[in-house]
Structure formats: structure tokens, C-alpha cells
């Protein structure tokens, strides 16, 4: 007696069509996946979690907290690890000898960046709470606009207040692709869009976000928060703003500077980057197509190098009561790969925190406990808070 597939699954034959080439195509794309993955265990690829098929990694990674799970997975697989989102392979490298390995000996190899998708009031009366948000970023995002389009808006202008509120959509909702298909510089006038909403992007979040932290992190610390004022009255008084000149003789405030963007940590995983061509890292194959994560995290929080890494502290970067770089200190990561806009960043935030701190004393509202919690969008950013900003007088 002959048997056919519709005698051995007649339940399978007896459903709609569609249904069924929809069955065996998941099947067939499980077994593609299944393969696939074991093809590379084969070419010495990285270690990590095991991954399910389709989804990957991504019911293992704690999304309100993504570092303490990365900090895990290093922990145990070591200072090179793959991890999947969906079917894209995501490398992430751990520890300053292998971040300057793929960032600086390897920098061609990982100069593009991948195909991914991002999710992203004036003071009415001094001495009041208010949400420090939208404050900085009106005025940082008019250095962009002075630099973009060669004046700045009026503080109170409704296009430049429609502007800071789209932008802010755009941070949190909406999801951006950015395309790196040809590898061969060209000008275009859909790229000079581009180039200046990223100049909006990153140049005003990245820069509002740390000195959003920074606030932060003086008011939860006013004996700190009174050593920067005293450097100021020494240097500055209260005649005349600070210029980029006075930073040399300024070293505890430049420490506190530093030890903010070290302890706000706004991109834990760095900048991604795609691998172009195949390579090895630490002695594992790396196909091409990879995606590199660089932990900045556990960088920034090194034991090793840091005296009191979980508390803001900002002897981190003095010496002999002078400024001291740190090898170990990357938030503008490094090699090709570092940020393009790291001058003016590093000016910003200098003369911003310095002319806020020389004009205004920060605190927490009565009966109110500041919190270091934070939310993950394009930046790790600190969950809205008030504050209150008390004239300084002198």
C-alpha cells in the first residue's frame, strides 16, 4: 500500500492554501536561520546567548536598562561577545585595548555605519521649579542654527519653538534610516537635509542631555556645587562672562565637566559601526555585515581606573590640583569614528556650565527627592525633572 503526504498529514492539506505556504515558509526560514548560525560556530565566531530563531536576543535584553544586561553578558562570555537583533549580528566589545583595536588598527574596516532604525518656558519666576528640558535646549539649539543658517531665533519665536518641539518628536516616536549603500562621497541636496537634521540631532540632544545631567548632579551635590562657584568668583567674579581662554586656570571646573559626561554616560554603547569586509577581532572571525558595539559603560566604570567609579567625583581628573586627561575617558570615542562636532561640544559645555554655575546656585524643590533615573532614546537621558535656580548674590 502506497502512502502519500495527504494520507500522513491530512490536517496539514485539509487547510487553506495560504496557510499552509505559510507554515512551511517559517519552517524553511527557522532551518535557514538554524544553519546559518551553526555555520558560524564553525568559523570561530564569537561567543554569546543562545538566540532564538527570528527574534534573536531580544526577550533577553532588559530594555529599560540595556547596560546592566551587556554588563552581564561580559561578565560571562568574556570581552567579545555577539548578541542578535532579530537576524542582525551585533558585536560588542568590552575594554580599552579592544576598543582602540576596532576604533583605531581597525578603523576601515569599521568606518560605516549600519542600517538601523532610531526611536526616538522661560524662567517665569526665579527661584521656582521648573523643567530644565526645553531651556537648554533652546539655547543650544541656537548655536546649531547660528552655525546652520547664520543668525539664531528669538528665544520667544513660535517657528523656533515648533522647531525644539519637532525635533523632540522626532527624538522619541519616529525611526530614521540611515543609509551608507555608497561608500563614495556625494552631495546632494536630499544629503544637505540630512547632514542638517543630524547636525540638529546630535549636535543640540547630546549637548542639552549633559548639561541636563550636569544640573542634575550639582544639585544632588552641593558641596561639589560650591567648589566649582568659588574656582568662578575666584577666576571670573561676577563681572564678566566666562571665556574658553579661562579654562586653563579653571581645572576643578573643567574636572566637574568631565566627571559629568563620565558619570551621565549619554551613549553607553557608542556610535554603531558595520563591518565592511570580513576581519578578525581578538582572534574571532567577524563576517561582514556585523554591527560593532563598543561598551563605554564598563569603561566609564572601570574599578580599575576610576578610584570611586559609582559616585561623582571629580578628582577623577585632577592631579596635583591641575587637569588630568584620562586614556580611559571616550565619549567622543575615538579614531575615525570620533564625533565630528567634539570641539564645539567640548565649548559648549564648558561656557554653558560655567555661566550657569556663576550666575545661579541649583537645588531640589522643597520636599522633592531628585532621582538619577534615566530613559533610553537617542541619548541615556535623565528622567524630566524640576529644579530650582537661585540668583547668586554676591
Request: neutral net charge.
Amino acid at each position: 500500500m502506497q502512502l502519500s503526504l495527504v494520507t500522513i498529514f491530512p490536517s496539514l492539506w485539509e487547510r487553506p492554501p495560504l496557510a499552509t505556504l505559510l507554515l512551511f515558509s517559517a519552517i524553511l526560514l527557522i532551518l535557514a536561520q538554524y544553519l546559518h548560525r551553526r555555520r558560524r560556530q564553525h568559523l570561530n565566531y564569537p561567543p554569546g546567548p543562545p538566540a532564538l530563531p527570528i527574534l534573536g536576543n531580544l526577550f533577553q535584553i532588559n530594555f529599560k536598562n540595556p547596560q546592566a544586561t551587556i554588563q552581564k553578558l561580559a561578565r560571562e562570555y568574556g570581552n567579545v561577545f555577539c548578541t542578535y537583533a532579530g537576524n542582525l549580528a551585533i558585536l560588542t566589545v568590552t575594554g580599552l585595548p579592544l576598543i582602540k583595536e576596532v576604533l583605531v588598527n581597525q578603523d576601515q574596516v569599521f568606518i560605516d555605519r549600519p542600517k538601523i532604525p532610531v526611536h526616538h518656558h522661560v524662567f517665569k519666576t526665579l527661584g521656582q521649579p521648573f523643567d530644565t528640558h526645553f531651556q537648554i535646549n533652546n539655547a543650544v539649539s541656537n548655536i546649531i542654527c547660528s552655525i546652520t543658517f547664520g543668525h539664531h531665533f528669538d528665544y520667544h519665536d513660535s517657528q523656533f519653538q515648533e522647531l525644539l518641539k519637532s525635533l523632540d518628536e522626532v527624538l522619541l516616536l519616529e525611526a530614521r534610516w540611515e543609509s551608507q549603500d555608497d561608500i563614495h562621497p556625494s552631495f546632494s541636496e536630499e544629503n544637505l537635509v540630512f547632514c542638517t537634521l543630524d547636525l540638529f540631532l546630535a549636535g543640540t540632544e547630546t549637548t542639552s542631555t549633559t548639561l541636563r545631567w550636569a544640573l542634575l548632579y550639582m544639585a544632588l551635590n552641593p558641596e561639589i556645587q560650591g567648589k566649582i562657584q568659588a574656582e568662578i568668583d575666584r577666576v571670573l567674579g561676577q563681572s564678566r562672562y566666562p571665556t574658553m581662554a579661562d579654562k586653563e586656570n579653571m581645572p576643578y571646573t573643567n574636572a566637574a565637566v568631565h566627571e559629568v559626561q563620565r558619570m551621565g554616560n549619554i551613549v553607553p554603547f557608542n556610535v554603531p559601526r558595520v563591518a565592511r569586509v570580513d576581519t578578525t577581532v581578538a582572534g574571532y572571525h567577524v563576517p561582514k555585515g556585523t554591527v560593532l558595539s563598543t561598551n563605554l559603560t564598563t569603561l566609564h566604570r572601570d574599578p580599575k581606573e576610576w578610584a570611586t567609579p559609582e559616585t561623582f567625583n571629580p578628582e577623577h581628573f585632577l592631579e596635583n590640583g591641575q587637569f588630568k586627561k584620562r586614556e580611559s575617558f571616550l565619549p567622543f570615542s575615538i579614531g575615525k569614528s570620533v564625533c565630528l562636532g567634539e570641539q564645539l561640544a567640548r565649548t559648549e559645555l564648558f561656557l554653558f556650565f560655567t555661566s550657569l554655575l556663576q550666575k545661579f546656585t541649583f537645588q531640589a524643590p522643597a520636599n522633592t527627592q531628585l532621582s538619577l533615573d534615566y530613559r533610553i532614546g537617542l541619548t541615556c537621558s535623565p528622567v524630566s525633572y524640576k529644579i530650582c535656580a537661585l540668583p547668586r548674590v554676591m
